[in-house]
């Protein structure tokens, strides 16, 4: 079965996170990586102080319904370790980001081990990740508007990838 990682880097918004969470989940996601200001649920030994992270918390859940406990997840500050680590391990890192070398979604043959990384909802994800990712992917637009929520297009894009 195809391993399948998603990045979440830089995101404020706890609902996407808990949506990013639960589409995770439902399509059977080897893990998420929350990076950088990324919302993320409580953990073990929670360096955030206990008021801010239990409302995190809370707001995530309303989302995620339960798949923030079932989901395998991670969180790290940094992402470019996590780039460098998910290259070393085999995957295929891909951002998914208009750019000019874009490659069309329904054109991508999706590899047996792909990490995709979103980034901020507004300004994308920043030239520096984009730089170290091993390539970038694009969901075509038919209408007006230049972009999909975070989730939405996470969602299209992992759905892809589980089923090319």
């Known amino acids: 079965m195809r391993s399948i990682v998603l990045i979440a880097h830089n995101l404020r918004s706890t609902h996407n996170v808990g949506s990013l969470l639960r589409t995770a989940e439902g399509l059977g996601l080897e893990k998420v990586i929350l990076t950088g ?48 680590q998910l290259i070393s391990e085999g995957y295929t890192v891909a951002a998914l980001e208009q750019t000019p070398t874009a490659i069309k979604l329904p054109d991508f043959k999706v590899p047996d081990k792909i990490a995709l990384i979103v980034g901020r909802e507004v300004e994308g994800l920043e030239s520096e990740v984009l730089a170290r990712c091993q390539l970038a992917l694009e969901i075509p637009m038919f209408g007006h508007k230049e972009s999909f929520n975070v989730v939405q297009a996470a969602a299209m894009a992992l759905y892809h990838c589980r089923f090319p």
């Open 37 to 84: 200001y990324t919302p993320y649920p409580t953990i073990t030994n929670d360096s955030r102080l206990p008021h801010e992270a239990a409302k995190l918390q809370k707001q995530i859940e309303k989302t995620a319904l339960g798949a923030e406990m079932t989901q395998s997840w991670e969180q790290s500050e940094e992402v470019m370790p996590i780039i460098d």
